[in-house]
Nanobody
Framework: QVQLRESGPGLVKPSQTLSLTCPVS??????????WNWIRQPPGKGLEWMGV???????YFSPSLASRTSISRDTSKNQFSLHLSSVTPEDTAVYYC???????????WGQGTQVTVSS
């Protein structure tokens, strides 16, 4: 059973960088049949996929967020992180980390963390 849990500040000021970390248990971030995603849900809206880091460290991003988003990983801690720069109040959302097992077609989710962008 893969377990994920987002951690990071709940309040970020406009123009700053939002950083969240997702420690992983039950699987390795270097396993080639898993992908590691960040997804968010703004208030009153649907889920928005932000980006992914795959087993070899390559990353892919939503075109609408690519200029402000990076995803990194620490293989020694088996965790991956999201960095979203130049945030505005429109980035207020519940942020989720997610793991996809492509062999077994399974999804694993963190519990989500509320991030509010406000001065």
């Amino acid at each position: 059973q893969v377990q994920l849990r987002e951690s990071g500040p709940g309040l970020v000021k406009p123009s700053q960088t939002l950083s969240l970390t997702c420690p992983v248990s039950g699987a390795s971030v270097t396993t080639n049949y898993y992908t590691w995603n960040w997804i968010r849900q703004p208030p009153g809206k649907g889920l928005e996929w932000m980006g992914v880091i795959v087993y070899d460290g390559n990353t892919y991003f939503s075109p609408s967020l690519a200029s402000r988003t990076s995803i990194s990983r620490d293989t020694s801690k088996n965790q991956f992180s999201l960095h979203l720069s130049s945030v505005t109040p429109e980035d207020t959302a519940v942020y989720y980390c997610n793991a996809k097992n492509w062999i077994r077609a399974l999804d694993y989710w963190g519990q989500g963390t509320q991030v509010t962008v406000s001065s």
